[in-house]
């Protein structure tokens, strides 16, 4: 097993990580494997039974073989088939007078604390919570242990709503989608004020115009916010080819038992992977096995939830996915790829937190971090809106993160002596190439091939099919939509 020093070793960048609590590095906590429903790999994606639920009903203890989930029990919100509970809370959500229609944001934040993502908590905030979030970045769970939450995780209601709810005195609403259908109960509900101006300066830093997610779940939003107990009809699906790869926290521990994982490293983007990720992704399980570790594996997690506009879609970022471990860019013996549920907000070091407490639920104890994460260019301004570095500091200091070992990226660029990929060398600087998201995405909307080695042939087809798709079809002034995969 991995010491401490043979970690700190591996990643020297750690060392001098302030507030950073390395114990456990080489030794977690340990506890015994439940065996939580049948996995399947297909392809390279993972199906797994229906039967992984039944590891963390709500306030049951998580068993697993890798780092505990936050508050020591992975929350489950999905009504149990056992025994008729979902055909009851079906039949009462159906009765209820008061219904919160959800848009596609809030669905989505449904799924995520449904599976148990933002464990410990065990709904849409209530005051007290939200409070601790805006301000703390973190919240209080149970044991008294401060928990890290930096994103609210809210559900609104306009006035009209509100006041209807309040003079019935109604403690429980149902949760419906927009064909009016019932998807989970919310109860000992809280309605408190939404000071939407207050929550956008503290998320973002900004009050600027043009934020994407605001626009979309914040703007138009109503004035009050709603919290309360969430139960989940059933599992949150949405019927576009890619429900095999959204695993639950419980089913991603299932299948790194099942490899018998003494590691997980995980890795999220929204972009297509081109071979510098790969080139880190695969560096780190190296370092890993010099470290000691047996068997590393690979998260790679792309964020599935709302992004803006242009953004590769969630489909075809799958797509290129697939073609990366198919041509053995990646290795799929030691790579588990699925879909993280979230929304993205674009709120840089505010947001990564999030993005990196919601895998210590799902078994990772590294979380790989790079550039600018989950940053964007400011609304208005030609600058970024945040600093580049800022967010692997954040990490490195974040409350309710110490059990967590934060990786930075090391600087990939393509090397054109040796035409490939490989880890700047300031020593001969102008021999490297760094192409940006940008250029890249200018190369596949001109049919242009990228330099040899830069991205696997299967990806970089994806990705010239996906802006072809995008190109106005004769006779036509629409665009075409993207083919679901």
Request: with cysteine.
């Amino acid at each position: 097993m991995a010491t401490q020093a043979a970690f700190l070793a591996g990643f020297p960048q750690l060392a001098a990580q302030p507030g950073r609590d390395h114990a456990g590095t080489g030794a977690p906590a340990w506890v015994s494997v439940a065996a939580i429903g049948s996995a399947k790999v297909a392809g390279v994606g993972v199906k797994v039974g229906g039967g992984a639920r039944a590891v963390a009903r709500r306030g049951a203890p998580c068993r697993a073989s890798l780092i505990e989930p936050d508050g020591g029990r992975l929350v489950d919100l999905v009504a149990p088939e056992e025994g008729g509970r979902r055909a009851a809370l079906r039949r009462e959500a159906a009765s209820l007078p008061h219904r919160v229609r959800l848009g596609r944001v809030e669905k989505e934040w449904v799924h995520v604390l449904s599976e148990g993502w933002a464990s410990p908590l065990q709904g849409f905030m209530r005051e007290h919570e939200f409070l601790q979030a805006l301000h703390f970045n973190a919240i209080r769970g149970e044991d008294g242990r401060m928990v890290n939450m930096s994103v609210p995780i809210v559900l609104s209601v306009g006035d009209a709503q509100r006041r209807a709810i309040q003079a019935d005195g109604a403690t429980r609403v149902a949760l419906v989608d927009d064909r009016d259908r019932p998807i989970a109960v919310l109860s000992d509900i809280e309605i408190y004020k939404h000071n939407k101006e207050e929550r956008i300066a503290r998320t973002w830093g900004t009050t600027a115009p043009g934020l994407p997610y605001v626009e979309e779940a914040i703007t138009n939003a109503g004035d009050w916010l709603i919290g309360g107990d969430l139960e989940v009809i059933e599992p949150i699906k949405y019927n576009d080819g890619l429900d095999q790869y959204r695993l639950s926290p419980a089913q991603l521990r299932e299948e790194f038992a099942r490899r018998n994982a003494d590691a997980v490293f995980a890795f999220q983007l929204r972009n297509p992977v081109h071979n510098g990720h790969a080139l880190l992704m695969t560096d780190t399980r190296k370092r890993l096995l010099d470290m000691g570790y047996k068997n590393p594996v690979l998260l790679l997690h792309p964020l599935g939830g709302f992004t803006k506009a242009d953004d590769v879609p969630l489909s075809w970022r799958m797509k290129q996915h697939e073609k990366v471990l198919e041509e053995g860019v990646l290795n799929p013996e030691s790579t588990v790829v699925a879909i993280f549920p979230s929304p993205m907000h674009y709120a840089g070091p505010t947001e990564v937190q999030w993005h990196a407490k919601a895998r210590i639920n799902a078994g990772a104890n590294f979380y790989i971090v790079g550039r600018d994460p989950a940053g964007m260019s400011h609304p208005t301004a030609k600058r970024d809106l945040y600093d580049a570095d800022h967010g692997k500091k954040v990490l490195s200091m974040a409350p309710g993160l110490e059990r967590l070992n934060i990786l930075p990226f090391r600087v990939a660029a393509y090397d054109t002596k040796q035409k490939k990929m490989d880890f700047f060398d300031p020593s001969r600087k102008d021999d490297f190439l760094f192409i940006s998201g940008t250029k890249m995405r200018t190369l596949a909307k001109n049919r242009e091939s990228p330099p040899d080695g830069f991205m696997c042939p299967g990806g970089w087809k994806v990705l010239v099919e996906y802006y072809d798709s995008l190109v106005p079809s004769e006779g036509s002034s629409k665009l075409r939509e993207p083919v679901a995969a």
